[in-house]
């Protein structure tokens, strides 16, 4: 196989190079490397090495360091205000509760701790003076698009559950398969996610919602999907859909039959709860087709909730963007006149003040009534004289 040179930026270079010269074996591994041989940018950069997290804060004893994970062997070294995780070469001990190793034990063996880890695209570790250290065919898997486990998968599983959500988020950000062995762990040993805190499942699973290929992970694990949220998911659309969480997420959802439940068992951040919702209860709604449409739609959601709307439901979204364009008047504080200028002129108080507003409004909105001051007082008006 070709040999395989990343090209690190900087600060995790340094970090190898000070933890090379104090004595101690030094990788970057995990995601930064898997991401670098599929030619991808890397999101950040791990570390690990046999230094014990004593001898790692005593090579960096001009850097600030924090104490992440001390008994996992994590320590966060900050080199120039950008922070590093740097891990001990470890193994994870008995698992008791599918989640949490009991214990870790630190080894001297860079493979070791690649044994470890979750899928075999994951378990690759990168030194420049040491090269590519891939002891479970990772690269081969990368180049294949298949995301197999570590070991034997039933065991990787049991385990931790986790695992088989992120199985599946791998294959969904990536377009990868999952390996038949892989996959049938998946399936029969899903139930035990119940076990997995919730705050981990629905992180992975946003990232999987997000996938390029995350239709495919819906229609090939329904029932693993289906211990993480409580409602059947739609795959249709759902990679044509643009990868922004709120979005994927009424689209995966338009078709439960109580979606705003499945939103609230996810417990996702307020504000993304909060957009798929309004979007669900929108999802429905007909193109606006004319100014006036347009008008009643910013109205009711607004331009962003508009908007996100229409790349939700791919709209040719020419009549939205027209009318805000235009500064076309949809909401209360547009218009030219308000509650001040009707009470002056004797129009309207107390809570007819509210209606009479709203009225002129929507007489804007229809392009009945222009939205200057004069054009609102005469219609103000003459709803005035209708009335009595
Ligand atoms: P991303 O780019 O999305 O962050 P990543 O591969 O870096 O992907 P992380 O969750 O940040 O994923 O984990 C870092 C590394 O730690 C993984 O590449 C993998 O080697 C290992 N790992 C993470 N979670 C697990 C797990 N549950 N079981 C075993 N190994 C894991
Ligand atoms: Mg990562």
């Not at 008791?96 to 009991?102: C, E, G, I, N, V």
């Not at 429905?284 to 908007?307: F, K, S, V």
Request: net charge neutral; aromatic share 6%.
């Amino acid at each position: 196989m070709a040999d395989f040179a990343m090209d690190l930026p900087e600060g995790p270079r340094a970090i190898l190079e000070r933890l090379e010269a104090a004595g101690h074996a030094a990788y970057v591994v995990g995601g930064c490397v898997r991401d670098a041989l599929l030619g991808l940018a890397p999101k950040d950069y791990d570390v690990c090495t046999a230094a014990r997290p004593e001898e790692v804060k005593r090579a960096f004893a001009d850097c600030r360091t924090l104490d992440t994970g001390l008994t996992h062997g994590t320590v966060t070294v900050l080199l120039a205000g950008t922070p590093f995780e740097v891990t001990t070469f470890r193994l994870d001990g008995d698992y008791a509760d599918h989640r949490h190793p009991d214990a870790v034990a630190f080894v001297e063996e860079v493979e070791r701790d690649l044994a470890r880890r979750d899928f075999t695209v994951n378990a690759m570790a990168y030194s420049p003076r040491r090269g590519l250290r891939d002891p479970f065919g990772g690269r081969a898997d990368l180049k294949a698009g298949c995301i197999r486990c570590v070991g034997e998968p039933e065991r990787r599983f049991a385990e931790d559950a986790l695992r088989i959500l992120r199985a599946l988020r791998f294959a969904a950000t990536y377009a990868f398969r999952v390996e038949a062995g892989t996959a049938r762990a998946a399936r029969d040993l899903c139930a035990s996610l119940r076990f997995v805190a919730r705050e981990r499942l629905t992180a992975e699973f946003s990232k999987l919602l997000c996938g390029r290929a995350a239709g495919e992970a819906v229609r090939a694990f329904p029932q693993v999907l289906r211990e993480v949220v409580p409602a059947p998911l739609c795959a249709e659309g759902l990679d044509e859909t643009p990868p922004l969480l709120p979005l994927r997420l009424a689209q995966a959802l338009h078709r439960a039959p109580d979606p705003d439940a499945a939103l609230a068992a996810l417990r996702l951040p307020k504000a993304d709860a909060k957009v798929a919702r309004e979007l669900l209860r929108h999802y429905d709604d007909p193109r606006p087709e004319t100014p006036a449409q347009a008008r009643a739609l910013l109205r009711e959601i607004g331009p962003e909730r508009a908007m996100e709307l229409a790349r939700l439901r791919a709209w040719e979204a020419g009549e939205l963007e027209a009318a805000l364009r235009r500064g076309d008047a949809y909401s209360l504080k547009h218009l030219a006149v308000g509650g001040a200028e009707l009470k002056r002129a004797g129009l309207a108080e107390g809570p007819a003040l509210g209606r009479r507003l709203q009225a002129l409004l929507d007489g804007v909105i229809d392009g009945n009534i222009e939205n200057t001051a004069p054009a609102l007082l005469a219609a103000a008006r003459a709803m005035k004289e209708e009335e009595t």
